[in-house]
């Protein structure tokens, strides 16, 4: 802030400027009411971020997975610039998956967790590219997203998992477990090929937030 007189805003004083993307505000395009929402979310983090109240007893999907963190951490939407798609090395380009249209309402969520690196599609043999919004997260699946959205440094007590060799992340299943984000069943089995239900994941959600105050 250089102009004067900006330093006596309460909103300065109090750190609680926010920064939006100009490109769906400034402009009078189909992002603008993306823009709106956006602007609901950084405005009011304390609701926008109350996901607990609306958990289902059901497996956690990807579309809601994603949902999740981009309101958990409060994540700016994802809006490529051309230099964005100069980029031919890019294994995913925004807004190519064939099963996540743009008028899909969590269209904008799922770009940008997989754009955050949180999660990812599949190609299918003629080269398309698939996101499968609707399938069922598994605790291995999760266990990723999480570790990589929460840039989880802290070390956690050592704990005997047995099925740890069959987690293709095992190094974050031992940490999560070790930090008691993650909990184990009563074989100590992880079972990271098992679906994980909204209710699981919300709890653990909780745990890594209150770990990383």
Do not use: C
Not at 100 to 129: H, P, W
Request: aromatic fraction near 12%; proline fraction near 3%.
């Amino acid at each position: 802030m250089i102009r004067q007189g900006y330093d006596s805003l309460k909103s300065v004083q109090n750190n609680k400027v926010r920064e939006i993307d100009f490109r769906i505000m400034g402009l009078p395009t189909i992002e603008f009411a993306n823009g709106v929402e956006e602007m609901r979310r950084i405005l009011h983090p304390d609701v926008y971020g109350l996901i607990e109240e609306s958990i289902k007893n059901k497996d956690l999907n990807k579309a809601t997975f994603s949902k999740w963190l981009v309101y958990k951490r409060k994540m700016f939407t994802f809006y490529p610039t051309l230099k964005y798609f100069e980029d031919v090395e890019r294994g995913h380009y925004f807004g190519q998956y064939e099963d996540v249209l743009t008028m899909d309402e969590n269209f904008n969520y799922i770009e940008t967790a997989v754009q955050a690196g949180y999660l990812k599609g599949r190609f299918d043999n003629e080269g398309l590219e698939w996101f499968d919004p609707e399938k069922s997260i598994t605790k291995d699946e999760f266990a990723l997203g999480l570790y990589l959205a929460y840039d989880v440094n802290s070390t956690g007590n050592k704990v005997e998992i047995n099925d740890i060799e069959s987690s293709l992340h095992p190094r974050i299943v031992e940490k999560l477990v070790g930090l008691d984000v993650l909990h184990l069943d009563d074989q100590f089995m992880f079972n990271p090929r098992h679906t994980i239900s909204e209710k699981e994941a919300i709890e653990s959600i909780l745990r890594i937030e209150a770990l990383l105050k």
